[in-house]
């Protein structure tokens, strides 16, 4: 754990192809929401969820509660750089590093969190998950200076979290082979209930 770092997850989507709320989602005892606090805490000092306004309370097990603020989008069905937006004022002062996660990544594990952290060095402003050719901008590491961009950014119409990166130093990392699964979400119910047999296959 490192006071330094902070770990941001946007969890206020709609969830429309799915059908329901995906952070709530059960894989085995716990939720994806739930599988990705523990992972996120083992690095950061901090993790603020991104909610909207309208969604239900989240049940989050009482040994993270603790240790995670609940924030709320001002304006609803904007995107994810309004949930980046909105989160400022709830991201400790001393943070240097932030990770920006979305709640659909049922693999996630804190190995792959580590991985960019350990390729966050002074040379970059982010490090972003780059997998089968697509750059994902909500699954990486930024300098806090990179967030503050979001409202500007949305103020001019745009909403395409690629944008935050337009003018920085960014770095670019592909999984090992060894970690295929990490960085892949799930957005559909057959995607679901291929994760839910993973997490049995395991078991």
Same mark, same amino acid.
């Given at each position: ?136 901008? $909500? %699954?990486?590491?930024? &300098?806090?200076?990179? @967030?503050?961009?979001?409202?500007? +950014?949305?103020? #001019?119409? *745009?909403?395409?979290?690629?944008? $935050? %990166?337009?003018?920085? &130093?960014?770095?670019? @990392?592909?999984?090992?082979?060894? +970690?295929?699964? #990490?960085? *892949? ?19």
């Amino acid at each position: 754990m490192n006071d330094r770092i902070t770990t941001l997850i946007l969890a206020g989507g709609r969830s429309s192809r799915m059908g329901q709320d995906k952070a709530g989602l059960l894989l085995g005892e716990k939720s994806v929401l739930e599988n990705i606090l523990e992972n996120a805490i083992k690095v950061s000092g901090h993790v603020v969820v991104m909610r909207a306004p309208d969604q239900p309370p989240l049940s989050i097990q009482s040994d993270l509660s603790d240790r995670i603020k609940i924030g709320f989008d001002r304006v609803e069905g904007e995107g994810p750089l309004q949930g980046i937006a909105d989160s400022l004022i709830h991201l400790p002062a001393q943070a240097e590093r932030i990770f920006v996660l979305t709640c659909d990544l049922p693999f996630l594990s804190n190995r792959w969190i580590e991985a960019l952290n350990e390729a966050f060095t002074e040379d970059w402003d982010a490090v972003c998950t780059h997998s089968e050719n697509i750059t994902n901008a $909500l %699954l990486a590491l930024y &300098r806090p200076q990179v @967030l503050h961009r979001a409202q500007e +950014l949305l103020n #001019e119409g *745009k909403r395409r979290p690629l944008e $935050l %990166l337009k003018g920085w &130093r960014v770095k670019k @990392l592909e999984p090992t082979h060894d +970690l295929p699964l #990490e960085v *892949k979400d799930m957005n559909t119910p057959s995607e679901y209930e291929n994760a839910k047999l993973h997490f049995k296959l395991k078991t």
